[in-house]
């Protein structure tokens, strides 16, 4: 019998419909290889995953599939971390309830793991990333954190997409204390491969896909200002000036939030309330005040900001020109502030 080497780790709430489809999916190519285990945390669904797993005929008590259920809805973050801490296996994947896993993406995955990098990308076909050039093979790799993130093009963020990547848990399980302090910047997974490459590990695109992102639910996506609160704190997981400088130059600065969305963020969101607009023109200096230092050198930027400063004094006037301007545009939902 082989022993597993992967691991396929499903974080899971109340989308009992979303996992019913993935499982169906993904039980017959991980009955098939035994070299493969699949772990589905329960974040304390409304209906218990166990109950759509029993409903394929599997058995829970399978030596390699199994249902970890949490006492408590501990949050999206935090269960995506469990995978990463009750991962046995060498490789792990983290698949999304919701995304859309490919029907031979264990035998891709399976022809990749002995490449043994630290991180293994795949493509994922709705956004179109990694970018690759013409004349690059099927296979890119690297060990330097901003050479990856170059490969994404404008919208960075989208390197953030978990169900495409591949971890190798050898060289990822010494940061998991890392992952767990970053969890609340909804990048935990990033700022572990991050670690592991500072430590001398590898980076691996790849042309071959599997899985693609399927658009959450309305009011069930990525938190944007929760990403615009707590993406500063990454700079306390900074351990040499080298990674404060990636942090600032890469994550901070090439992630940054658009002045004139996170006002619009926050109008949509409080210009209702009593005395909403002095509490959004005192929130939105905040975090001007949060940002602003990185980008001192940045005199466009600067500006930017102070202009959106003015603009606060006009909450509503201001979110319904805004609204009016990016709906259609913008990959991002701009009314979706739920926590994924």
Not at 31 to 58: M, T, W, Y
Not at 247 to 258: A, C, L, T, V
Not at 271 to 299: M, Q, V
Request: with cysteine.
């Amino acid at each position: 019998m082989n022993n597993p080497v992967l691991t396929i780790a499903i974080p899971t709430y109340n989308r009992p419909a979303q996992l019913n489809k993935t499982l169906g999916i993904i039980l017959p190519q991980v009955v098939k290889d035994r070299r493969v285990c699949l772990l589905i945390l329960d974040n304390h669904s409304e209906v218990p995953a166990a109950e759509i797993l029993n409903s394929f005929g599997i058995a829970i008590q399978s030596d390699r599939i199994r249902v970890v259920r949490n006492f408590v809805n501990i949050g999206a973050n935090a269960n995506i971390m469990r995978c990463f801490e009750l991962c046995e296996t060498s490789w792990l994947w983290v698949l999304g309830d919701d995304d859309d896993p490919s029907p031979d993406a264990v035998k891709t995955i399976l022809q990749d793991v002995h490449i043994d990098p630290c991180f293994v990308f795949y493509t994922v076909p709705k956004i179109k990333k990694p970018v690759f050039n013409v004349s690059d093979p099927d296979h890119v790799s690297g060990n330097d954190f901003k050479a990856l993130v170059s490969h994404f093009g404008a919208n960075k963020l989208e390197i953030a997409f978990l169900s495409a990547a591949l971890f190798n848990m050898d060289a990822i399980r010494p940061y998991i204390i890392d992952g767990y302090l970053a969890a609340n910047t909804g990048l935990p997974h990033l700022i572990m491969v991050f670690k592991a490459l500072a430590q001398g590990h590898q980076w691996v695109l790849s042309r071959n896909v599997i899985a693609d992102y399927c658009p959450p639910e309305e009011g069930k996506g990525w938190g944007f200002m929760t990403f615009v609160f707590t993406m500063p704190s990454l700079l306390g997981l900074a351990s040499t000036n080298s990674e404060v400088r990636v942090i600032k130059e890469i994550m901070i600065k090439g992630w940054r939030p658009s002045p004139k969305k996170i006002l619009y963020s926050l109008a949509n969101k409080y210009a209702g309330n009593s005395g909403g607009s002095d509490e959004i023109r005192y929130l939105f200096r905040t975090i001007k005040n949060i940002y602003a230092p990185l980008w001192a050198e940045d005199a466009m930027l600067r500006l930017r900001w102070n202009i959106s400063c003015i603009l606060a004094f006009f909450p509503k006037s201001f979110s319904e020109k805004y609204k009016k301007r990016k709906i259609g545009k913008a990959r991002i939902n701009l009314e979706n502030e739920a926590r994924r």
